[in-house]
């Protein structure tokens, strides 16, 4: 079952791919403005801006252009950056890597809060601790990112100055020093993502304890740690893991106001600028890693909801 599901998923996969680079490519070269203008300068002559655009084959058909750009994919050849003539994966790359890091240390942050606020609120449901953390979780739905990053700025970097204000990192810095600057974006990161997680994750534990296969296993006389982790959690992460996988493609291609806020020098940065000056190939390439991302982290969070509950695995 879960390989005739994998496999599936990984054919809807390439079609999906296809499609969002299709709309991604349209849409990034009909928006308005001149390409050449804004990579050239207005200073330049028309000209100018005639032989780029000759060399760039820009004043071809759209779908042409399209065509000649996936062919090149499929060849392993992802293009060139239009404005400075450099690889697609040299110009993301370091961007990629810098959003990589922020995002593995938000979700290492993310894991355990969720289980932790969500299993507490579950068994003392009603209780003071259950009402603070829902009153929490409310609060961080309720407020955008810019808004929470710029809080623990002012909290954390300007008044108890235990963190700095821009996240600003370089390709030699040695672990310490990335944790240190990112702290803030990674702890704004897994809020974002931990309030959706933990509401949803309360709700289903607080009905699976009340289940009558979790009713017998306490009766016999289980330890009530080994019903909650090995009966009780399994059974209620399925809906919890699904918002993970959103979370993570969050994570991959959703930072833009996060990594904006702190100055990160992530793909959310890259992602802007490729926009503003109509870089197409390196649009194309961040909108198809957050697409595949999306998808795979989806096709995980299916494989281990089946995995985690015996009754989705019978056909």
């Given at each position: 079952?879960?390989?005739?599901?994998?496999?599936?998923?990984?054919?809807?996969?390439?079609?999906?791919?296809?499609?969002?680079?299709?709309?991604?490519?349209?849409?990034?070269?009909?928006?308005?403005?001149?390409?050449?203008?804004?990579?050239?300068?207005?200073?330049?002559?028309?000209?100018?801006?005639?032989?780029?655009?000759?060399?760039?084959?820009?004043?071809?058909?759209?779908?042409?252009?399209?065509?000649?750009?996936?062919?090149?994919?499929?060849?392993?050849?992802?293009?060139?950056?239009?404005?400075?003539?450099?690889?697609?994966?040299?110009?993301?790359?370091?961007?990629?890597?810098?959003?990589?890091?922020?995002?593995?240390?938000?979700?290492?942050?993310?894991?355990?809060?969720?289980?932790?606020?969500?299993?507490?609120?579950?068994?003392?449901?009603?209780?003071?601790?259950?009402?603070?953390?829902?009153?929490?979780?409310?609060?961080?739905?309720?407020?955008?990112?810019?808004?929470?990053?710029?809080?623990?700025?002012?909290?954390?970097?300007?008044?108890?100055?235990?963190?700095?204000?821009?996240?600003?990192?370089?390709?030699?810095?040695?672990?310490?020093?990335?944790?240190?600057?990112?702290?803030?974006?990674?702890?704004?990161?897994?809020?974002?993502?931990?309030?959706?997680?933990?509401?949803?994750?309360?709700?289903?534990?607080?009905?699976?304890?009340?289940?009558?296969?979790?009713?017998?296993?306490?009766l016999k006389g289980v330890p009530r740690w080994r019903v909650v982790l090995r009966h009780a959690l399994?059974?209620?992460?399925?809906?919890?893991?699904?918002?993970?996988?959103?979370?993570?493609?969050?994570?991959?291609?959703?930072?833009?106001?996060?990594?904006?806020?702190?100055?990160?020098?992530?793909?959310?940065?890259?992602?802007?600028?490729?926009?503003?000056?109509?870089?197409?190939?390196?649009?194309?390439?961040?909108?198809?890693?957050?697409?595949?991302?999306?998808?795979?982290?989806?096709?995980?969070?299916?494989?281990?909801?089946?995995?985690?509950?015996?009754?989705?695995?019978?056909?």
């Amino acid at each position: 079952m879960i390989l005739r599901l994998i496999v599936q998923r990984l054919a809807l996969a390439v079609g999906t791919l296809v499609v969002v680079s299709a709309i991604v490519f349209f849409f990034t070269s009909v928006l308005p403005g001149d390409i050449a203008e804004r990579v050239l300068g207005r200073e330049s002559s028309p000209e100018q801006r005639q032989i780029f655009r000759d060399q760039l084959n820009l004043d071809q058909p759209v779908w042409e252009r399209y065509g000649v750009w996936l062919g090149d994919v499929l060849q392993g050849d992802l293009g060139r950056s239009l404005v400075n003539n450099e690889t697609v994966t040299a110009t993301i790359g370091d961007a990629a890597k810098n959003t990589l890091f922020l995002s593995i240390f938000a979700f290492a942050l993310y894991v355990p809060v969720t289980l932790i606020l969500a299993t507490v609120a579950a068994l003392r449901r009603g209780k003071l601790i259950d009402s603070l953390i829902s009153m929490v979780t409310l609060v961080g739905l309720s407020l955008p990112e810019f808004v929470l990053g710029s809080v623990l700025i002012f909290v954390f970097a300007v008044h108890l100055e235990v963190a700095p204000a821009l996240s600003i990192v370089n390709p030699g810095d040695d672990l310490v020093t990335r944790l240190h600057a990112t702290v803030l974006p990674a702890v704004t990161l897994m809020v974002a993502m931990a309030v959706y997680a933990i509401r949803m994750l309360r709700d289903n534990l607080i009905e699976v304890l009340g289940s009558e296969y979790v009713r017998m296993a306490t009766l016999k006389g289980v330890p009530r740690w080994r019903v909650v982790l090995r009966h009780a959690l399994p059974n209620a992460a399925g809906p919890a893991l699904n918002v993970t996988a959103l979370n993570l493609t969050y994570l991959i291609g959703g930072v833009v106001v996060v990594e904006s806020v702190f100055s990160y020098p992530g793909l959310g940065k890259a992602l802007i600028d490729a926009i503003s000056v109509r870089d197409v190939p390196v649009v194309e390439a961040t909108a198809l890693l957050a697409a595949a991302v999306y998808i795979l982290a989806n096709l995980l969070a299916d494989v281990l909801t089946i995995m985690l509950n015996p009754r989705l695995r019978t056909p």
